[in-house]
């Protein structure tokens, strides 16, 4: 995220020859069919959306949500084993490898949520009692992080909306305060002061409310490793990827808009809003185009990361170059 170092750069270059190389075997081994066919992962041309009713079905290949070749439409899952050792997490190091190697002693369970601020129904959940395990379903989503590269992870979720509405928010409640679990004993990021601890995130209060927005437990099938964000964290598909707080312990209703992590460490690099748009360039570099982890060939990025036919409304009437 950062990136203010230099010596980022090299080695993230490193990671890349990594994966090339890694594709190339796997293709190899699937007599050229292609790295999804081998893995029997290729996605249905529509993915899973949000709802059970097929109503909200995010298609590939829908109104022009898509552009460019057909290569560049298909959306195969990121391997599982890329999900999980090329992450950012800072409470665990600042390198994409660091919070699977740092991780393994933190503990997920037992865990508490607070739910509290502008709600009738303040409460404090053991974990157990915050998810309903016949509430989780799967979503397949386009991740994309503000570093230019993407990723596509099959999710074990619920609607952020089933916990707010459970709170009962007052009329004043407009926006959504997360907050991450403060240990620096297990977490040894938080001993220095890379990001003001504990990180946090911020949601208006419609876009925690939107049927995209979950809390994910799980990917993959499996419970969240504690790298991704045990045991629960927020994804947010139509967001850069710092908008997805990690190992959650608190929800919080406000009347203002809250402080972020990212937008308190650098205002102008990582706004509030922190919606993917490929018009808006990061002071830094661009944002008009996108790596997926394991492919070697970029990719237009799409406004919203092709969730627009779903939550551009929700943004109508902004200035989106000032509210980044
Ligand atoms: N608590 C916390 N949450 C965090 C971060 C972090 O450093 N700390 N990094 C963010 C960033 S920049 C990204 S891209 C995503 C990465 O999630 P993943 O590792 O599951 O892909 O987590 C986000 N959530
Ligand atoms: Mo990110």
Redesign the pocket.
């Given at each position: 995220?950062l990136i203010k170092k230099p010596a980022d750069i090299p080695s993230s270059e490193i990671t890349d020859e990594r994966l090339y190389v890694n594709r190339r075997k796997f293709m190899a081994a699937a007599g050229g069919l292609g790295l999804a066919a081998a893995a029997g992962i290729l996605l249905p041309r529509a993915l899973r959306g949000p709802g059970g009713d097929g109503g909200g079905l995010v298609s590939t290949e829908s109104g022009g949500a898509v552009e460019g070749s057909a290569a560049q439409g298909r959306d195969e899952l990121t391997p599982e084993n890329k999900?999980t050792t090329y992450?950012?997490?800072?409470?665990f190091g600042t390198d994409k490898g660091d919070?699977a190697e740092n991780s393994g002693s933190f503990r997920p369970r037992p865990w508490t949520v607070a739910v509290e601020g502008l709600v009738k129904k303040p409460a404090s959940y053991q974990l157990e009692d915050f998810i309903k395990p016949s509430k989780i379903e799967e979503r397949i989503y386009r991740?994309r992080?503000?570093e230019a590269w993407s990723?596509v992870i099959p999710w074990n979720g619920f609607p952020l909306s089933d916990v707010l509405r459970r709170a009962e928010p007052l009329p004043s409640a407009r926006y959504v305060e997360l907050t991450?679990v403060f240990r620096p004993q297990e977490m040894p990021g938080q001993r220095r002061d890379v990001l003001d601890w504990p990180?946090k995130e911020g949601l208006r209060l419609d876009e925690a409310m939107h049927p995209l927005t979950i809390l994910a437990t799980g990917l993959y099938g499996k419970n969240l490793p504690n790298?991704?964000?045990a045991p629960l964290?927020l994804v947010v598909p139509w967001k850069y990827?710092?908008k997805?707080?990690?190992?959650i312990v608190k929800i919080r209703l406000t009347e203002t808009q809250p402080n972020t992590a990212w937008n308190d460490a650098n205002a102008d690099e990582y706004g509030f809003y922190a919606n993917v748009n490929p018009d808006v360039d990061h002071p830094r570099w661009s944002q008009a185009k996108e790596r997926r982890i394991g492919e070697l060939r970029k990719r237009d990025t799409l406004p919203f990361n092709g969730y627009a036919d779903q939550v551009a409304s929700m943004y109508r009437g902004m200035d989106l170059r000032r509210y980044y």
């Open positions: 995220m999900v992450n950012n997490y800072y409470e919070p991740m992080c503000v990723m991450t990180y790298q991704n964000g964290r990827g710092f997805g707080i990690k190992s």
